[in-house]
Nanobody, 114 residues
Framework: QVQLVESGGGLVQPGGSLRLSCAASGFTFSSYAMTWYRQAPGKERELVAYITDFGGRKTYADSVKGRFTISRDNAKNTVYLQMNTLKREDTAVYYC???????WGKGTLVTVSS
């Protein structure tokens, strides 16, 4: 049974940091590129970050470039999203996804507010 479980969301003040984790099981994690998406209230889901199967290449949405870092640990079947200098507009539910698959987590809510 495929599972992707996100964690690490919460309430943070503008300028703060959070690290999201996504623990994978039920499939060969190291065979997939992984992505983080987010969906803000009233908006469409957008791609935030992408990492290849062994982490050799990473790409980011322009809106988070220089502030967010995606990484992965294939030994732990986990992908991470380090989010720094958070802004109010980063408020969203964050989802991880195995690229080009229907494997999605249920999401973790990040709220950036003072």
């Amino acid at each position: 049974q495929v599972q992707l479980v996100e964690s690490g969301g919460g309430l943070v003040q503008p300028g703060g940091s959070l690290r999201l984790s996504c623990a994978a099981s039920g499939f060969t994690f190291s065979s997939y590129a992984m992505t983080w998406y987010r969906q803000a209230p009233g908006k469409e889901r957008e791609l935030v970050a992408y990492i290849t199967d062994f982490g050799g290449r990473k790409t980011y949405a322009d809106s988070v470039k220089g502030r967010f870092t995606i990484s992965r640990d294939n030994a732990k079947n986990t992908v991470y999203l380090q989010m720094n200098t958070l802004k109010r507009e980063d408020t969203a539910v964050y989802y991880c996804n195995a690229a080009q698959s229907n494997y999605w987590g249920k999401g973790t809510l990040v709220t950036v507010s003072s």
